[in-house]
C-alpha cells in the first residue's frame, strides 16, 4: 500500500490499515474486513471494552479513503500520547498488557468473537492502563476453530514474562532483537529444567516448541484435522485463556538489588536542597506550561510527578528495570494519570525496528517533546559513557526545545564516585566547558544554584 | 472441519496441534466449573456474569 500514506507498520493485515492524513490518524476498514468490523459493532463488544479502558474509541468519519479499491468504511481512532514498544516496559507493564490481551479475548469469546492477533505492539498505556489500539483484530468466532494468535501470544507474552521472571530481567530486551517476540525454542532452551514442573510452562512453551518444531513441514490443516476432527471446543478455548491467564499471573518479579533502588536517600541532597530543586523545576513548568514532558533518567518518578501532578503528560525514562517496575507500581496502586515509566539505556536508545527499519520508531523519532528533564544524569553520560560536553548538547537538541538540565560538578560526591577507579580525561568537564558547550545548541535562558548544593539548574531553550 | 478463511497470521502447525491438545483436557474442568456454577445459582450464591466480566479485568 505504498503512496497513500499508510502507516509503516501498517500492512500486515488484510481487513484494513493506518494511514494519516492532515496530521491526523485514521483506519481504512476494508472490505476483506467488513464483516468482521459489523459484527464487532453490532455484537455490543465494542462499547463494553471502551467502557472498561480495554480499546481505544474511534469515530467512523466521512473522510475519504487512503485506498478506495478496497474500502468499506474510514474510522478515526483517539490519538494515543505516545507508542511505547514491549521492550520498553517494565515487567509489570509487560505483565499488565499480557493480562489486558486475555481479558479482552475472554469477554470477545462471550460476544461471539474472538482475538486474531495478540501482539504486545497492539497494547498501549493510556492513562496508565493497558488498552487495545487495533480496532481490527476481531474476527468472527466459529465453533471448533483453534486460537491462531496463541503462538503470538506465547511468543510477545508469556516467553519474555517466564524468562524476566524465572532468569533474568535483562531478557526483556530479547524483544528488541526478535521482531514477532521470543522464539519458543529459545526460551525452552533458557528456561530452568525445574520450569518443567509447572504445568502452563510446560505445556505452553517445553512441549510448544517441541512441536513447533516436529510439525514445522505439516500444513496446519491437516494437523487440525488428523486430531480430533472437531477442533477446538469453546471449553476448550476458555479452558486455554484460563490456562495461560494463571500462568501469567503466577509469574513475579520482585525489584531486588536495585542500581537506584534507594537512590533518594544516597544523594547528597539536604532536604532543603531537595525541596529547592522541586520548587524550581516547578516554578519552570508553569512559566513553560509544556504539553508533553521527558524525564531522562527519572528514576523513580519523583520529578516527573511534578509535571504529571499539574497535567503534563510525562515519560519518565531510566535504565534501570526496578525503578521503573517501582515507578509503575506505584502510578498503578495510586490510580495516577498522565504519567507513563519506561526502561531506556540512553547511551543505546531504541533504534528504529522491523521492515525496512520504519515498523518502531527510535526515541527521537517518537519526539520532539515540549520539554526534556535531565537531572542528575550529566555525569553518567559524560563520565561513566566518555560523551564529549558539545555530542551531548546536539542530542538534548534533537529530543526538545526546552531542556531543564542539572550541572553536577566534578567535586560532587556522585562524580567523585565515579572517577574513583579510574583516569580523570574529563578536563573540559567544568562549569564553564558545560555552558560553553551547551551555549552553542541553546540559550541559557535561566540558572539557579540549589540551595545547600554545589549543583546547579539551567533552564534552556534551543536555538533555531 | 473447515477453518475458513485461513488466518492472515500463520498460526503454526505444532502451535495448533498443542493448543488443541490442551484445550481437549481444560475443557473438562471449565465444563465442570460451568454445571457447579449453575448448581450453586439454583442455591442463590452463584455469581452473575457481569461479576464475572469484572473478575476478567
Same mark, same amino acid.
Given at each position: 500500500?505504498?503512496?497513500?500514506?499508510?502507516?509503516?507498520?501498517?500492512?500486515?493485515?488484510?481487513?484494513?490499515?493506518?494511514?494519516?492524513?492532515?496530521?491526523?490518524?485514521?483506519?481504512?476498514?476494508?472490505?476483506?474486513?467488513?464483516?468482521?468490523?459489523?459484527?464487532?459493532?453490532?455484537?455490543?463488544?465494542?462499547?463494553?471494552?471502551?467502557?472498561?479502558?480495554?480499546?481505544?474509541?474511534?469515530?467512523?468519519?466521512?473522510?475519504?479513503?487512503?485506498?478506495?479499491?478496497?474500502?468499506?468504511?474510514?474510522?478515526?481512532?483517539?490519538?494515543?500520547?505516545?507508542?511505547?514498544?514491549?521492550?520498553?516496559?517494565?515487567?509489570?507493564?509487560?505483565?499488565?498488557?499480557?493480562?489486558?490481551?486475555?481479558?479482552?479475548?475472554?469477554?470477545?469469546?462471550?460476544?461471539?468473537?474472538?482475538?486474531?492477533?495478540?501482539?504486545?505492539?497492539?497494547?498501549?498505556?493510556?492513562?496508565?492502563?493497558?488498552?487495545?489500539?487495533?480496532?481490527?483484530?476481531?474476527?468472527?468466532?466459529?465453533?471448533?476453530?483453534?486460537?491462531?494468535?496463541?503462538?503470538?501470544?506465547?511468543?510477545?507474552?508469556?516467553?519474555?514474562?517466564?524468562?524476566?521472571?524465572?532468569?533474568?530481567?535483562?531478557?526483556?530486551?530479547?524483544?528488541? =532483537?526478535?521482531?514477532?517476540?521470543?522464539?519458543?525454542?529459545?526460551?525452552?532452551?533458557?528456561?530452568?529444567?525445574?520450569?518443567?514442573?509447572?504445568?502452563?510452562?510446560?505445556?505452553?512453551?517445553?512441549?510448544?516448541?517441541?512441536?513447533?518444531?516436529?510439525?514445522?513441514?505439516?500444513?496446519?490443516?491437516?494437523?487440525?484435522?488428523?486430531?480430533?476432527?472437531?477442533?477446538?471446543?469453546?471449553?476448550?478455548?476458555?479452558?486455554?485463556?484460563?490456562?495461560?491467564?494463571?500462568? =501469567?499471573?503466577?509469574?513475579?518479579?520482585?525489584?531486588?538489588?536495585?542500581?537506584?533502588?534507594?537512590?533518594?536517600?544516597?544523594?547528597?541532597?539536604?532536604?532543603?536542597?531537595?525541596?529547592?530543586?522541586?520548587?524550581?523545576?516547578?516554578?519552570?513548568?508553569?512559566?513553560?506550561?509544556?504539553?508533553?514532558?521527558?524525564?531522562?533518567?527519572?528514576?523513580?518518578?519523583?520529578?516527573?510527578?511534578?509535571?504529571?501532578?499539574?497535567?503534563?503528560?510525562?515519560?519518565?525514562?531510566?535504565?534501570?528495570?526496578?525503578? =521503573?517496575?517501582?515507578?509503575?507500581?506505584?502510578?498503578?496502586?495510586?490510580?495516577?494519570?498522565?504519567?507513563?515509566?519506561?526502561?531506556?539505556?540512553?547511551?543505546?536508545?531504541?533504534?528504529?525496528?522491523?521492515?525496512?527499519?520504519?515498523?518502531?520508531?527510535?526515541?527521537?523519532?517518537?519526539?520532539?517533546?515540549?520539554?526534556?528533564?535531565?537531572?542528575?544524569?550529566?555525569?553518567?553520560?559524560?563520565?561513566?559513557?566518555?560523551?564529549?560536553?558539545?555530542?551531548?548538547?546536539?542530542?538534548?537538541?534533537?529530543?526538545?526545545?526546552?531542556?531543564?538540565?542539572?550541572?553536577?560538578?566534578?567535586?560532587?560526591?556522585? =562524580?567523585?564516585?565515579?572517577?574513583?577507579?579510574?583516569?580523570?580525561?574529563?578536563?573540559?568537564?567544568?562549569?564553564?566547558?558545560?555552558?560553553?558547550?551547551?551555549?552553542?545548541?541553546?540559550?541559557?535562558?535561566?540558572?539557579?544554584?540549589?540551595?545547600?548544593?554545589?549543583?546547579?539548574?539551567?533552564?534552556?531553550?534551543?536555538?533555531? | 472441519?473447515?477453518?475458513?478463511?485461513?488466518?492472515?497470521?500463520?498460526?503454526?502447525?505444532?502451535?495448533?496441534?498443542?493448543?488443541?491438545?490442551?484445550?481437549?483436557?481444560?475443557?473438562?474442568?471449565?465444563?465442570?466449573?460451568?454445571?457447579?456454577?449453575?448448581?450453586?445459582?439454583?442455591?442463590?450464591?452463584?455469581?452473575?456474569?457481569?461479576?464475572?466480566?469484572?473478575?476478567?479485568?
Amino acid at each position: 500500500m505504498p503512496n497513500n500514506n499508510a502507516h509503516a507498520a501498517s500492512f500486515r493485515d488484510p481487513s484494513g490499515f493506518l494511514f494519516s492524513r492532515g496530521g491526523i490518524l485514521h483506519r481504512q476498514v476494508n472490505r476483506a474486513g467488513a464483516d468482521d468490523y459489523a459484527r464487532f459493532m453490532e455484537s455490543g463488544l465494542y462499547e463494553k471494552l471502551v467502557k472498561a479502558n480495554l480499546l481505544i474509541p474511534h469515530a467512523e468519519v466521512d473522510e475519504k479513503p487512503a485506498d478506495e479499491s478496497l474500502a468499506f468504511k474510514v474510522i478515526r481512532p483517539e490519538r494515543v500520547a505516545f507508542i511505547s514498544y514491549p521492550y520498553e516496559w517494565s515487567f509489570s507493564e509487560l505483565k499488565d498488557a499480557a493480562l489486558a490481551t486475555l481479558s479482552i479475548q475472554r469477554r470477545a469469546l462471550k460476544a461471539g468473537m474472538s482475538l486474531k492477533d495478540a501482539s504486545a505492539y497492539n497494547i498501549q498505556f493510556v492513562n496508565g492502563k493497558p488498552t487495545l489500539i487495533d480496532t481490527l483484530s476481531f474476527e468472527i468466532y466459529k465453533e471448533g476453530k483453534p486460537w491462531d494468535a496463541y503462538r503470538q501470544f506465547c511468543q510477545h507474552f508469556l516467553a519474555p514474562l517466564a524468562l524476566m521472571s524465572l532468569v533474568d530481567i535483562r531478557l526483556g530486551q530479547l524483544l528488541r =532483537v526478535y521482531i514477532d517476540g521470543v522464539p519458543l525454542d529459545l526460551a525452552s532452551k533458557l528456561l530452568p529444567f525445574s520450569t518443567r514442573f509447572n504445568f502452563g510452562l510446560l505445556t505452553h512453551i517445553h512441549i510448544h516448541a517441541s512441536a513447533q518444531v516436529r510439525y514445522a513441514d505439516s500444513a496446519s490443516q491437516r494437523v487440525s484435522e488428523s486430531t480430533s476432527g472437531r477442533g477446538m471446543s469453546k471449553n476448550g478455548f476458555i479452558g486455554l485463556i484460563d490456562s495461560l491467564e494463571t500462568t =501469567v499471573k503466577k509469574l513475579t518479579w520482585k525489584p531486588a538489588g536495585t542500581e537506584w533502588g534507594n537512590y533518594y536517600e544516597i544523594t547528597n541532597y539536604s532536604d532543603a536542597g531537595f525541596a529547592h530543586k522541586k520548587e524550581i523545576i516547578s516554578g519552570w513548568l508553569t512559566k513553560l506550561a509544556p504539553k508533553s514532558i521527558w524525564d531522562l533518567g527519572a528514576n523513580n518518578g519523583e520529578f516527573s510527578r511534578l509535571a504529571s501532578g499539574a497535567g503534563v503528560s510525562a515519560l519518565a525514562w531510566d535504565i534501570d528495570p526496578s525503578a =521503573v517496575e517501582q515507578n509503575y507500581l506505584r502510578l498503578k496502586s495510586e490510580k495516577e494519570q498522565n504519567l507513563l515509566p519506561l526502561l531506556l539505556d540512553l547511551t543505546n536508545p531504541s533504534p528504529a525496528l522491523g521492515w525496512d527499519n520504519a515498523e518502531r520508531d527510535s526515541l527521537a523519532q517518537r519526539g520532539p517533546a515540549d520539554a526534556v528533564f535531565a537531572l542528575a544524569l550529566i555525569h553518567h553520560l559524560a563520565i561513566s559513557n566518555n560523551v564529549p560536553l558539545p555530542r551531548l548538547a546536539d542530542f538534548f537538541a534533537g529530543l526538545s526545545r526546552w531542556l531543564i538540565i542539572e550541572w553536577v560538578p566534578k567535586s560532587d560526591s556522585q =562524580v567523585q564516585k565515579l572517577l574513583r577507579t579510574r583516569k580523570d580525561i574529563f578536563e573540559t568537564y567544568t562549569r564553564e566547558g558545560f555552558e560553553s558547550a551547551f551555549g552553542t545548541r541553546f540559550h541559557i535562558r535561566e540558572s539557579v544554584d540549589v540551595r545547600e548544593s554545589e549543583r546547579r539548574m539551567y533552564l534552556l531553550e534551543k536555538r533555531d | 472441519m473447515h477453518f475458513t478463511p485461513l488466518a492472515y497470521l500463520d498460526p503454526g502447525s505444532g502451535s495448533i496441534l498443542i493448543q488443541l491438545i490442551v484445550a481437549a483436557v481444560l475443557a473438562i474442568g471449565v465444563a465442570l466449573r460451568a454445571s457447579w456454577g449453575s448448581i450453586m445459582k439454583l442455591f442463590g450464591k452463584g455469581k452473575t456474569d457481569e461479576q464475572n466480566d469484572d473478575d476478567a479485568e
